[in-house]
Structures are given as C-alpha cells and as structure tokens.
C-alpha cells in the first residue's frame, strides 16, 4: 500500500519548462500526504497511472496539460477501479479541461467529488481510446500537427499562430458522411468537426454551454468555410463562441457520432493523436459513455 492516498504523476516539462516551482510548492505543501510520479515520455502517465489505481491511490492527479490529463485518465479507465478519483493540477500549455472543470464548479462546495463523462473513439482496425475534453478532426487536426512545431508559446498564442500555418499550408475540405444517434446519414464538405465533452479546444471556446457531466456531447460541424471567414471568425470564438446562425457551421448536442471521410483523417483527443494521414483512417465511431469518471474537483485541502 501507498504512505499516502494521493499519487500526482507529473510531466517535468509541462507549460514549456516552467511546471518546476509550481511542482515545488505542492510538495511542500502536501508533504507526506502525496507522492510524486515523474513521466519521462510519451505514454508513461498513462501506465503510471494504471499502476498507482491498481496499488491502492484513492486519488491520482495529473499535473501538466490536457496531454498528461488523456493520458492519466486513459489509464484510470483500464485499471477498472471505479472508486479511484481523478483530479487536475493544471500546469500545461492550454489546460482546457482544468477550464471547463472549474466553469462547471460555480456554487459546488470545496474538494466535491463529481462523475463525469467520457468519450470512447474507435476505428476499424480496433484501435479504441478514451478522451475526457474533446476530439477534433480536419482543420483540428492540422492545428495540432502545427502546434507541435512551434516553441515558446502557450495557450491561446500558441493555437492562434497555429491555426494560421494550418490554414495556411493544411487548408481541406474533404467530403464526409456522418450519422449521429443512429439518424439518417448526410454528406457535406467538412472544414472540420469538433466534438467536446468540456467547453474549449485549443484554448478556443467551441462550445460555451457545455457540461462535462450532462451525457451528451456538444459537437460543431464546419463546411466550406474560406480561410478568410475562419480568420474573421478567430477573436469571436477565442473569447465566446462560434456563430449560431451561419449557414455553414452547424452546431448540435448527441451521444453518438459515426463518420466516413474520403481523405484520410488527421484525429487528435485531448490534444493528443489519435491517427495521422499516414494511418489512412477513414472511418470513426465516436461514443459517449455518461459519468465513467469520478474527479476530485479540488485538491486544496491535501495538506
């Protein structure tokens, strides 16, 4: 068994090298009650997490960005320990999920533990993966390829000047064919889609109304937007949203999404990918699996 019932599994190089004083000043203040599990690479939260659930943690904390948050929840999910909570230390480079946690905490009282949904993707070749914010596809996608090829920035900087290479250099609009809830099929050229349990992706605020724990998805659907209409549309959604009358954007609440693209897909989840170009993955099923998850919304009081 663990000394303490805390387990906070850290990425040394969250929030461009700058997590090192935050992580510091929890220790101190945390002292005995919580151990601290460093990630050394692409992957390893997720099966340090698995491992601290599996030892007896009651709560395991993420401690950098929404990378390190996909993969510490991913790890949860498969150790198949229920009572284990989760919880946020956000210190990454956009922190979308500690966001929305702390939009959807107004009037709960401290340190409430709260279940909340999870999205589940998968294609057909088997691949399955969790996400516990958002998933976006298209112009999505390419924003993320971007974002990794820039240093230095952070948060909204750094998606903003990486949604501009992506327009810029990634710029599609491939047909696809969705079903949502099982209604009838419909095709349409396809920008990009975002569908989102939390209310930002990218630091962009794509779905203001949403709530992690109302078992549906917020998805938006953007057809062939020029590269001029998205830049216009850039400050608007950055601080409130995406327009909800445009006849090109389409925006809805669901639980389940299938897709067929024409072009191969660029996914990510959580910020993270899920498939490249080179996968050529065309088809996806996107599930909502409603309160999966418990999260310990406040870890104030670890002391």
Partial sequence: MPDGDLCVIFNPKAGRQAAGRRLEVLRRTWGRHADFWPTRGPGDAEVLAERAARMGFGIVAAAGGDGTVHEV????????RPEVRFAVV??????DYAYSLAADANGQPPSAVR??????????RGRQRFFVC??????????????RQIRRLQGIALYGLATLRALWYRYATPTMTFTIDGGPAWSAPTLMLSVLLGRREGGFVLAPEARLDDGLFDYLHAGELSRWEVLRFLPR???SGPPTNHPKVKLGQCRQIALRSEA???VHIDGEFFCRPEDDVRDLEIRLLPRLLRVQTSLESRT
């Fill in 73 to 80: 929840a991913n790890g949860l999910l498969r150790a198949g």
């Fill in 90 to 95: 956000p210190i990454g480079s956009a922190n």
């Fill in 115 to 124: 279940p909340v949904d999870v999205g589940v993707v998968s294609d057909p």
């Fill in 134 to 147: 958002c998933l976006g596809l298209g112009l999505n996608g390419a924003v993320t390829l971007e974002s």
């Fill in 237 to 239: 959604v950055a601080l």
């Fill in 264 to 266: 191969a897909l660029t």
